[in-house]
Every structure is written in C-alpha cells, then in structure tokens.
C-alpha cells in the first residue's frame, strides 16, 4: 500500500502558515473526527461541486484557444493567411509554446501571491481578448505575435489549477479529480469541431469570414467565463470562505493525516534549487511530455489527416469529436480504477501502450476505417495518462512549495511536447505526417520505459524503509512512495 498514515509529519515551514487571518480563524474551531464517514462525503461533494466544474469549464475554452488552429485551418485560414508556404504553419504553433514553458514556474509562485479568484480570472478574461484580436489579423506574423500573447497568459492557468485541486484533496482521491477536471474540458473540447462548424455558417456576416467568426465568438465566450470565475473560483484551503470553519479545519486535518502537509510554507530560491536537484521531478516532466506530444499533434493536425483521407471541410471538422469524447471517458475510468487501487504506474505504461497501437494504424493502414480507430485508440490513451502523470508525481511529493514547483515544472516540460508536436509535423509531410507519427510511438516506447525505471526505484525505496535499511522517504517518517 502506497497511502499510509502520516498524522506524525508535520511541515518544516511553518513560517506563513498563520500570517492569514482566515488560518487564525479557522484553527481553534472544533473538528469531526475524520472516521465520520458521512461527514466526509458531504464535505468533499462541497469541494467537488465548487473547485472542479468550473475550472474544467475555464480549461475546456483554455485548450479550445490553444488547439482551435487546425480546424481554423482547414476552415479558410490557411488559404487567408498563407500558412501553407515554408514552415509558417508551424512557427505559428511554436512561438505560443515558448513563453509558456519560460513562465511556468514563476506563474504558480505569484499564484499564491495574489489568489486563485483573482490570477486565474484575469488571464482567462485577456486571453479572450486576445482570441478575439485573431479574428481580425490580417497577416500570418500578426498570428504569430498573438499566438505568443496567448502563451504568456495561459502559462499561469494549467498549472495553477493542477497544483490548486491537489492542495484540497488526499493522495488515493487525487487522480479521479484531476480526470474529472482535464477530461470535462476534454468533452467540450471535443465538441469545439461541432462549435467550429457552426460559426463558419456565419460566413459573410458583418464582412467577416467563418473562420474569423471562429476565433471572435470562442474568444467572447472565454472571456464571459473569465468574468464569471472572478465570483466562482474558491481559494486555498487555508484562506477558503465557502467552507464552515469546521469543515475547513476537517479538510486540513484530512490533508495533514495523510502526508502531514496542509500548513502553506513559503517557494524560497534555496528550496527550488533542492527541489531541481531531485531527479524525480524531471523524470515526471518527461513523462508529461510524452503525454502532451501526442496530445497536441492530434488536436492540430487531426483536421488535416482526416482530410486527407477525402473528407469534406465539414466531414474532417465533425469526425475530429468522437475520437475525443471517447478518450474523455476511457480516461475517467481509468482515473476511478487507479485511485481505487492506489496505483499508478501499471495503468500508465498500458495507456502508453495504447499509443503504440494506434500511432502505426493511423501511419500505415489502408483505408480510411482503420486509421480512424488508431486515433481513438491513441488519444485514449494520452488522455488518460494526463491526469495520471500529474497525479502521480503529486503523491510522491511532500510540502507545498514542492508540490507547486513540481506540477510547474512537469506542465513546464509539457510545453515542450507541443513545440515538438509543432516541429516533427511538418508541412511537406501532409496530409498523412507519417514521420511526426513515428515520433509520437518512439515517445510512447520512451514513455513505458521511465515508467518501469521509476516503479522499480519507488518499489525499492519502500521496501529499504519498510525493513529499516534505509532512512524516511521525503523526509517525512511513515511516508511511502506511490507506485
């Protein structure tokens, strides 16, 4: 068992933990036992119903805004702005993805500076405006220059939110909700084809072109939702006001019972340039970043490969929908049966294997039914290990400084997956990129292979602590690796 009781741990930094007067508040107010099972149920529905619909909601516009080129492509874009020509195309993609993976990590240390509300309405609301502004440039560099705007906005959101669900939930309940958060947005972003499709029928209105109208109507349904989550968003759960001082207490006290970190202590330079040091962390940013890589090569150029198969603009738009609702689902079951298990690694090495089926279908079969299966079975399989990376390298971390700097910097190497999905699909290679969808199954090889190294490491760590040949896992006695 990798979730054992830690009621002993306490953080080192406590420096900041009581400079909040809703903290003060909150600790002399009495708490449930945490056996009170009914208790918890109710609470956690609270914090369900208030943390995860709406930052799914803000994410699915987040992932709509970012990944909408293709279809926006194939609508008339392409022909308008002459994104055909050289590698246009995919400097486009790129430029977003540099700043980024650059302002990441600084983004989640301001996170706590300012608040949840505050920071993550804001950018939402801009890079609306900014998604707005698309759908009247009139050069491709002028989409470039937005499309980097775009990057420097969304580096604060993914991040945050991800670092914001684990602070509130316990180690065996965070992957389910990270599922919930990343695959509800998955769903309406599987329906952004559908949407798409729709706003072209609005050709010719007011002068303007259907795939501008595309880009101006997301971009003002974005930032109505930014607007909306400056009332909705809650906060840390140390400075929360939609909990009883009760339940806040019993939420922290859930928190310190099993990894003894709910108290806040302070991202210094010293504590991030430990945390660097310690190579899990990179080796979680890998595995994201053969998580993002195919997942972003399938949301730009999806539209085209199916295009190529023959079909219409329409047909390509309309077939781009079921491949990602059905990874919505897969991946939600996925989610329930790992946190059900309190495993990890086993349903990420066969998620990735699922990519190292369907990647070569879509390559190399003939005809169009089987390569179209392939994308099912591909995007199944990223998708469920999203969430499943992000869960994972959350439970082996202890302090909440770690735990931001450490979703940071494996979002931070997600990043990278795009800029890769953006270099090896390259233009020549259209409509079929055979040699960007080799890419994709090498990472999905390279992927199953961290996984088994670090499994093993984790395997062996726990064991060395079990049998007392070796000292405390994260410095925290009782605490054990997730596997």
Not at 130 to 146: D, E, P, R
């Amino acid at each position: 068992m990798s979730t054992h009781s830690v009621s002993s741990i306490r953080p080192k930094d406590e420096e900041a933990a009581g400079s909040d007067s809703l903290n003060l508040k909150n600790k002399d107010a009495p708490v449930r036992p945490l056996t009170d099972a009914e208790y918890e149920k109710r609470v956690l529905r609270k914090i369900d119903l208030r943390l995860v619909p709406i930052l799914a909601a803000l994410y699915a516009f987040s992932l709509i805004d970012r990944t909408n080129l293709g279809l926006i492509r194939v609508a008339g874009m392409d022909k308008a702005l002459g994104l055909s020509v050289g590698n246009r195309y995919s400097i486009v993609t790129l430029v977003f993805f540099v700043p980024y993976i650059i302002l990441e990590i600084p983004a989640n240390v301001f996170l706590r500076k300012a608040s949840p509300r505050l920071f993550l309405s804001t950018i939402v609301f801009l890079w609306g405006c900014i998604s707005i502004a698309a759908g009247f440039v009139k050069t491709w560099n002028q989409l470039a220059a937005l499309r980097a705007l775009l990057g420097v906005l969304e580096a604060g959101f993914f991040p945050s939110c991800a670092y914001l669900i684990t602070l509130w939930y316990i180690r065996r309940e965070v992957q389910f909700r990270l599922a919930l958060f990343t695959l509800i947005s998955y769903v309406a972003g599987g329906f952004s084809p559908i949407l798409a499709y729709g706003f072209t029928m609005m050709e010719g209105r007011a002068g303007i072109h259907g795939w501008q109208w595309i880009w101006i109507m997301e971009g003002l349904i974005t930032a109505v939702l930014g607007l909306i989550a400056y009332f909705v968003v809650v906060d840390f759960p140390d400075r929360n006001t939609f909990l009883t001082p009760e339940e806040t207490g019993f939420v922290k006290s859930r928190i310190d019972e099993d990894r003894g970190d709910a108290q806040f202590d302070t991202l210094t330079v010293q504590k991030a340039l430990a945390y660097t040091c310690d190579l899990k962390l990179w080796a979680y940013g890998l595995l994201f970043m053969c998580c993002t890589f195919p997942s972003y090569s399938i949301a730009f150029f999806l539209p085209t490969i199916i295009g190529g198969m023959g079909y219409s603009v329409r047909d390509s738009q309309l077939l781009c929908s079921p491949p990602f609702v059905f990874g919505a689902i897969y991946a939600l079951v996925v989610a329930y049966f790992s946190d059900k298990t309190i495993k990890r690694g086993p349903y990420l090495a066969f998620n990735a294997a699922l990519g190292v089926i369907g990647f070569p279908m879509i390559a190399y079969c003939k005809g169009n039914a089987p390569r179209y299966i392939g994308t099912f079975l591909a995007l199944a399989g990223s998708s469920a290990n999203m969430p499943g990376v992000l869960a994972w390298q959350a439970n082996n971390v202890i302090g909440q400084s770690k735990r931001a700097y450490s979703s940071a910097l494996s979002i931070m190497w997600g990043g990278i997956g795009g800029i890769m999905a953006a270099l090896v699909f390259r233009q020549r290679d259209a409509p079929k990129y055979v040699p960007g969808l080799i890419a994709t199954l090498v990472s999905q090889i390279f992927m199953i292979v961290v996984i088994g190294i670090l499994s093993v490491h984790f395997w062996m760590r726990n064991k060395a602590v079990k049998s007392g040949t070796k000292g405390v896992i994260e410095g925290k006695e009782g605490f054990l690796y997730t596997l």
